[in-house]
DNA sequence: GTGAAAGCGCTAACAT
DNA sequence: ATGTTAGCGCTTTCAC
């Protein structure tokens, strides 16, 4: 119940002023104090217990050691050792974190800024941004040092750490051309989303390259990146007329909602069906059967935008790296093999336009 | 790059005194302004795109309007739930949260909650403390009010939300009875959490109810709650000399440890050996064998303590519940089977006294 | 019903 | 090398 030590407090004890005890208390300022005051103060600050109140240093100093984490959901598994990278590079140089998780509603992640924006934060690291994110535009207006990490924005240049989704999906597509697919469905993500429009449009382009009809290749666009969108979309393309011998998903959620539906149709995968995720999330590893998917470095992404952001936050006019790709990785597992048949041998008959739909 | 908007600027953009704006942003001042006054006030306010400074207003009234969530690791699926639960009752009224994980290092707890007390927070939701933790001790002598979930603490009547630890045991101690074991491991947890401590005496106590006897349930407790910590300690088990037919592991993390390690010594989960866990890990119920376990409330957890604490923050002499304990449930799935041979058929030549280790 | 003024705890520009 | 002073933006007591 004792009241809180101030400088006022650390002054009357020393029978300095508070002013020479606030210096004898910056560990940077090097402001010429002799070696001994500077110890003697020292000393009684940490016998009182005193803490210094970061919102008083805050309010004078424009700086709160605070930053602001925006992230769709705490609870997806993808975003946890993200927090713990971000964390890892912050912490030593004595900043803290607000999360705050956005579910993916654009109303909330706006209102969540403010939360921030309010709490004086000297910057925020994103991982929920939209392609066209209005919340993060008014951040820049209010010269709040911005990196989105995971996914990025599009037109406004914010600094971003990526995965390379593009790399990704030509690993897995090829993959699958390997073993022989040619007709290969893509249960793709939220097209508001960078990852899952990136990953679509990679999908696209890789698979003219390889020459797969576009006819025989079905996409559909889910509206969240979940296993219930992955049981519905999975149905959506089954169900779509179009016969195909894999489903290469948007991510793992996907791929696990997809492979439980094929399961309740009967099919097993991969025997009848080859099934491919996109994150390695941990969880995922240890389910059966396990899934060939990409690897992305979530710690690693954490750590790399909020080095980028430390560099900002040291000087706002810091040439950084707009643009930060992070290595992605093809990790075969038990999820797919070879076609049973040929869809090529399938009667033509059988084929129509694929649907697209765009969320 | 515009600057920020203040009091200043709307009381000079309305005429008013700053006082004046001040009172008319007030919700629930009910200082007596003209209904005609304040509503030009907000008006020109959200037009200016006037947001409060709470580093000012903090300064002012002692009170950030943000809270600090001390989790052992958010990496830890148990606790993102928990996080949300917080979350849920805390955003609607305003409340921020910073959240620091502490790897269940005390120095590093201790350092993380003076992070907490020099941004002011409000308040503290602590789900990481040691069943004897100075850290909450200190933060008690500062005013700063605590309530723990998931663990407690001992001795210090902090107010706590946990789950029926002892029901959780016994419910699941007298299922793998009902299924015909009767010599029965325990992977018990840390002996320094309350969670680890309380599974093992609820263990002891419903085994003697059961009339197991004793030499036949060792026992070995883990450094962590972790998987590697489950195959180190299961492997001491089996090597303890003691056979049985069951393991009871104080969580699931510990459970997949058990059950990886069974695996590599050529056991089969359950024909040759049963495993329980303990809190229903939500990634945990994808994975085969599915896992016979004991369902905690996590959201629930963190909605309850977040409510708790709330009253506290209205009130801090406020009669809240010092003791909130949530039902659990057992959840029956595929891990456990009656025992391939009794053990008691074992010939007595083979036992000898358990080994317990004390964290 | 509104204005004036003080001050929360700190830092930094300016004195000496 | 240390003290003085002002003020960050806000709330709140007191005055009118």
Redesign the pocket.
Known sequence: MT?????????KAT????????????LN?R????E???RHIREVASEMG??????????????TMTIGVVIPDITNALFPPIVRGIESVLEPEGYASIIVNTDNVPEREMRLVDVLAERGVDGILHAAPMRDDESIVRLREQAIPVVTLNRRMEAVPVPCVVNDEARGIRLVLEHLYGEGHRSIAHLAGPQALSTGNVRLEAFRSVGRELGLAEAECPTVSTVRFDEDEGVRCAAELLDGGVPFTAVLCANDRLALGAIRLLRERGLTVPRNMSVTGFNDLQPVRLIEPRLTTVRVQQFEAGEAAARILLELLRNPEAAVELETILPVELVIRDSVAPPARAASARPAAARKPPRVRRA
Chains 1, 2 share one sequence.
């Open positions: 009241k809180r030590v101030t400088l006022k407090d650390l002054a029978g300095f002023h508070v002013s020479t005890v606030s210096r004898a208390l910056d300022s402001s010429n104090l002799t001994e005051v500077v005193y803490r210094r109140n970061r919102l008083a240093s805050g309010l004078r100093t424009n700086r």
